[in-house]
């Protein structure tokens, strides 16, 4: 269970539901196990979130895996949806293992600069083979743009909609489709999909679920694991010096593996620069701050 300092207490009303109801939502589907996660929720503080130059959307919401409970910060803002940029490599990562579109996470995909010419915004990191291990962690979107054609549109719709993830839209002839849209996801739907894949790996096997989790591990504190990942992109398509919007989005698991909370973070800005570091700066400070995470 999550500490929680006076401080927090003090700043927040916190309610916590019966603990059969966590040991029965074991016994249900996936999906089913988490239908009801944000109905019992609590409005965070304004006053916690710390604004930085550039920013002017904030929208963070997490659910207690534990309690029932969910924090956000709009009880609006959580079910607009939009694009998930690079945070669809959780997804993705799953799908193309699970489907055998490729053989493992270190397998070999070697860049055709010809068939995927570097773009301009392209980091030297990209400019080379990948396995989905680097794809994710660097997140280079041209390995998964690969894969794309061998897992198909029809598992694609299979498994998202296993996952119950946004609005589930993959076009038949687009390669890129996470990238802007058409598919397009909510921070509640992210959270929902996270808590799910958390509590039970939401249909994908152990191995992958193992596989995805050695990559996504951002760091340990007191026990704790962090598994976590960023996502970004231009709100007027290709405007590369024009706003931006960006996501962090993941879930904690305690020393025993149990997983405590899934989260999203959802900001926009004037420019990719003032969202790089402060998306993740601002969830950990809202995490630390609610008591799910020590620095």
Request: glycine share 8%; with cysteine.
């Amino acid at each position: 269970m999550p500490s929680y300092s006076r401080k927090t207490h003090a700043l927040f009303r916190y309610g916590s539901g019966p603990l059969w109801l966590l040991a029965w939502s074991f016994l249900l589907t996936p999906m089913q196990s988490i239908a009801k996660d944000c109905e019992r929720s609590q409005k965070i503080s304004p006053d916690l979130i710390k604004p930085t130059a550039g920013v002017q959307t904030v929208v963070f919401v997490v659910n207690d895996l534990t309690r029932g409970t969910c924090w956000h910060t709009s009880p609006t803002d959580i079910t607009i949806q939009h694009s998930p940029w690079s945070t669809f490599k959780f997804p993705h990562f799953l799908i193309a293992l699970d489907t055998g579109a490729i053989a493992s996470a270190r397998e070999v995909l070697h860049w055709d600069a010809k068939k995927r010419p570097a773009e301009p915004y392209w980091p030297e990191v990209w400019r080379q083979d990948q396995s989905l291990k680097t794809a994710f962690t660097y997140s280079a979107a041209w390995p998964f743009q690969d894969l794309v054609l061998k897992v198909g549109q029809a598992n694609y719709k299979k498994w998202l909609a296993r996952f119950g993830y946004g609005n589930a839209q993959v076009p038949i002839d687009r390669d890129d489709f996470w990238l802007g849209g058409p598919l397009a996801i909510s921070p509640k739907e992210q959270v929902k999909f996270l808590s799910c894949l958390a509590l039970s790996g939401c249909g994908a096997s152990a191995a992958s679920i193992h596989e995805l989790e050695a990559v996504a591990l951002q760091g340990e504190s007191g026990g704790h694991r962090m598994y976590a990942k960023t996502g970004s992109g231009p709100i007027k398509p290709r405007d590369f010096s024009g706003a931006f919007e960006g996501w962090y989005v993941g879930y904690i698991k305690d020393a025993e593996g149990v997983a405590t909370v899934a989260f999203a973070t959802y900001v926009r800005s004037d420019h990719y620069a003032a969202i790089r570091t402060y998306r993740e700066s601002v969830s950990r400070h809202l995490l630390t701050a609610l008591g799910y995470w020590h620095r």
